[in-house]
Protein backbone atom coordinates (compact mmCIF):
# COMPACT_ATOMS: atom_id res chain seq x y z
CA UNK A 1 0.00 0.00 0.00
CA UNK A 2 1.36 3.17 -0.96
CA UNK A 3 0.91 5.91 1.05
CA UNK A 4 1.45 9.98 0.20
CA UNK A 5 0.73 12.30 2.87
CA UNK A 6 1.11 16.36 1.94
CA UNK A 7 1.36 18.69 4.97
CA UNK A 8 2.64 22.82 5.22
CA UNK A 9 -0.29 24.49 3.78
CA UNK A 10 -2.11 27.10 5.24
CA UNK A 11 -3.61 30.79 4.62
CA UNK A 12 -0.70 33.74 3.41
CA UNK A 13 -0.71 37.10 2.49
CA UNK A 14 0.14 38.03 -1.31
CA UNK A 15 4.27 37.79 -1.59
CA UNK A 16 4.10 35.06 1.56
CA UNK A 17 6.00 31.36 1.56
CA UNK A 18 5.27 28.63 2.34
CA UNK A 19 6.87 25.35 2.14
CA UNK A 20 4.74 22.03 1.17
CA UNK A 21 5.88 18.44 2.18
CA UNK A 22 4.71 15.24 0.58
CA UNK A 23 6.17 11.66 2.97
CA UNK A 24 5.62 8.69 0.83
CA UNK A 25 5.64 4.79 2.17
CA UNK A 26 5.20 2.03 1.10
CA UNK A 27 7.27 2.01 -2.03
CA UNK A 28 10.53 2.15 -4.23
CA UNK A 29 10.47 6.01 -3.22
CA UNK A 30 13.83 6.66 -4.70
CA UNK A 31 12.52 5.39 -7.96
CA UNK A 32 9.90 7.35 -8.35
CA UNK A 33 8.53 10.69 -10.29
CA UNK A 34 7.05 12.83 -7.76
CA UNK A 35 4.72 15.48 -9.12
CA UNK A 36 3.24 18.32 -7.32
CA UNK A 37 -0.69 18.78 -8.29
CA UNK A 38 -2.97 21.70 -7.61
CA UNK A 39 -6.35 22.26 -8.12
CA UNK A 40 -8.63 25.73 -7.55
CA UNK A 41 -12.38 25.46 -6.67
CA UNK A 42 -14.07 25.12 -10.19
CA UNK A 43 -10.75 24.93 -12.17
CA UNK A 44 -9.40 21.46 -13.62
CA UNK A 45 -6.52 20.18 -11.79
CA UNK A 46 -3.06 21.10 -13.34
CA UNK A 47 0.44 20.09 -12.90
CA UNK A 48 2.79 22.69 -10.91
CA UNK A 49 6.05 20.53 -10.59
CA UNK A 50 7.58 17.16 -11.04
CA UNK A 51 10.90 15.96 -10.17
CA UNK A 52 12.18 12.61 -11.52
CA UNK A 53 13.95 10.01 -9.60
CA UNK A 54 17.45 11.07 -11.04
CA UNK A 55 16.30 14.69 -9.92
CA UNK A 56 15.60 16.50 -13.14
CA UNK A 57 12.36 18.87 -12.87
CA UNK A 58 10.22 20.46 -14.57
CA UNK A 59 7.49 23.11 -13.76
CA UNK A 60 4.87 25.01 -15.03
CA UNK A 61 5.07 28.37 -16.14
CA UNK A 62 2.99 29.64 -13.95
CA UNK A 63 5.01 28.94 -11.22
CA UNK A 64 8.41 29.05 -12.67
CA UNK A 65 11.43 31.14 -10.85
CA UNK A 66 8.68 31.20 -7.81
CA UNK A 67 8.50 27.62 -6.62
CA UNK A 68 10.95 25.02 -6.21
CA UNK A 69 10.30 20.96 -5.71
CA UNK A 70 13.21 19.19 -4.48
CA UNK A 71 13.64 15.68 -2.48
CA UNK A 72 15.00 13.84 0.25
CA UNK A 73 15.48 10.35 -0.36
CA UNK A 74 16.58 9.28 2.61
CA UNK A 75 13.92 10.50 4.18
CA UNK A 76 11.27 9.55 1.61
CA UNK A 77 9.71 13.54 1.50
CA UNK A 78 9.36 15.81 -1.65
CA UNK A 79 9.25 19.61 -0.60
CA UNK A 80 7.52 22.11 -2.71
CA UNK A 81 9.17 25.54 -1.62
CA UNK A 82 6.47 27.85 -2.66
CA UNK A 83 7.22 32.24 -2.63
CA UNK A 84 5.88 35.40 -4.10
CA UNK A 85 2.92 33.53 -3.50
CA UNK A 86 -0.15 35.41 -5.09
CA UNK A 87 -4.39 34.92 -4.98
CA UNK A 88 -4.45 32.79 -7.66
CA UNK A 89 -2.30 30.09 -6.75
CA UNK A 90 -5.15 29.58 -3.63
CA UNK A 91 -5.90 25.57 -4.59
CA UNK A 92 -5.39 22.44 -3.02
CA UNK A 93 -2.17 21.18 -3.89
CA UNK A 94 -1.65 17.44 -4.36
CA UNK A 95 1.38 14.92 -4.82
CA UNK A 96 1.51 12.04 -7.03
CA UNK A 97 4.00 9.58 -8.21
CA UNK A 98 4.60 7.07 -10.75
CA UNK A 99 7.32 4.61 -11.84
CA UNK A 100 7.31 7.03 -15.19
CA UNK A 101 8.85 10.13 -16.35
CA UNK A 102 5.59 11.81 -16.93
CA UNK A 103 4.13 15.58 -16.53
CA UNK A 104 0.88 13.88 -17.38
CA UNK A 105 -1.49 12.80 -13.84
CA UNK A 106 -3.24 9.92 -15.92
CA UNK A 107 0.42 8.26 -15.52
CA UNK A 108 0.38 9.08 -11.78
CA UNK A 109 -0.84 6.01 -10.07
CA UNK A 110 -0.80 7.56 -6.33
CA UNK A 111 -2.28 10.33 -4.90
CA UNK A 112 -1.92 12.19 -1.58
CA UNK A 113 -5.45 13.25 0.21
CA UNK A 114 -3.96 17.20 -0.45
CA UNK A 115 -2.78 20.35 1.11
CA UNK A 116 -5.31 23.48 1.47
CA UNK A 117 -2.97 26.62 0.32
CA UNK A 118 -4.87 30.38 0.24
CA UNK A 119 -3.78 33.44 -0.43
CA UNK A 120 -4.72 36.78 0.52
CA UNK A 121 -4.48 39.63 -0.96
Known amino acids: QVLLVESGGGLVQAGGSLSLSCAASGHTFSSATIGWFRQAPGDQRELVAT???????NYAASVKGRFTISRDNAKNTVYLQTNNLQPEDTAVYYC???????????????WGQGTKVTVSS
Open 96 to 110: ASTLLWSDSEKEYDY
Open 51 to 57: ITSRGGT
